[in-house]
């Protein structure tokens, strides 16, 4: 994922809810979210180029996903792929604390990595030495650290927070928050090695480019009833919706190998 936005144990019906937009390069082959033949119990978009994926949960209610850091922008030819943190995670059975202890930074490019059991919900970066366990909150992570202030990250959590505060929390409010389109303003765009023109079309929460854009939305809902509601929503090259799926299904504890 590029962008995303959560609410952890701050809704009375939701443990989590979790809204992401992944961008990418129009011409990486993907694979829609789907139950993987290869890991029957495993819920997940899929990286055809690389073979792991940005966003997955299990039937056991295991759930992860994966943010690149900005120097994702540069050709990376000796690292392993970032999604593969992420179904490694969601197949296995080690506490989100042991499983982010055991990975070697130095072998993946910039990264932020959020894993969850159901219970607690983990941070974990390989530029970012504050990992931890989080409190009940509303938290942004784009292509930088947790809660970096960029200007899509503050909007889009305000947004959030806004439908919780309503009450309005569905997967359409939530689709809405993330098809923004709007750049930042010119003062407001980040920093760094992209060029100005490019910097500031990826500020914007839903991106547009000729070569790279949001190629789908994603919304998470686990209840504190352990029901379980997943969206996709995708787009194709012109930022034009060619695509939707849901999942819902029931938490069932255990392993789910």
């Not at 443990?15 to 011409?27: F, H, P, Q, T, V």
């Not at 303003?185 to 070569?211: H, K």
Request: proline share 7%; glycine share 8%; charged share 25%.
């Amino acid at each position: 994922m590029c962008l995303i936005v959560f609410a952890w144990q701050r809704h009375p019906r939701y443990r989590l809810i979790l809204a992401g937009n992944r961008d990418e390069l129009y011409r990486r082959p993907t694979g829609d979210m789907q139950w993987w033949p290869d890991a029957p119990s495993l819920l997940a978009g899929r990286d055809l180029q690389a073979g792991g994926t940005w966003l997955a949960i299990g039937r056991n209610g295991r759930f992860a996903t994966v943010t690149n850091y900005r120097e994702s922008m540069r050709t990376e030819t000796r690292r392993r792929s970032r999604g593969e943190l992420v179904s490694r995670f969601v197949t296995g059975t080690n506490s989100p604390t042991a499983y982010c202890a055991d990975i070697s930074g130095s072998d993946y490019a910039g990264f932020s990595l959020l894993t969850s059991d159901i219970d607690t919900l983990y941070y974990a970066s390989n530029r970012d030495p504050a990992r931890r366990t989080l409190d009940a909150g509303i938290y942004g992570l784009s292509n930088a650290a947790l809660d970096t202030p960029w200007p899509k990250v503050v909007r889009c959590r305000r947004a959030l927070a806004e439908l919780i505060a309503r009450d309005a929390v569905n997967p359409n409010a939530i689709f809405t928050l993330l098809a923004d389109t709007r750049p930042a303003p010119t003062e407001d765009v980040p920093e760094g090695d992209l060029p100005f023109p490019l910097a500031r079309a990826v500020s914007a929460p839903f991106i547009r480019t000729r070569d790279y854009g949001t190629r789908c939305t994603t919304v998470v809902l686990v209840g504190v009833d352990d029901n379980v509601l997943v969206a996709e929503r995708r787009f194709d090259a012109n930022g034009e919706r060619c695509g939707d799926a849901e999942f819902r299904f029931k938490i069932v504890p255990g392993p789910h190998p």
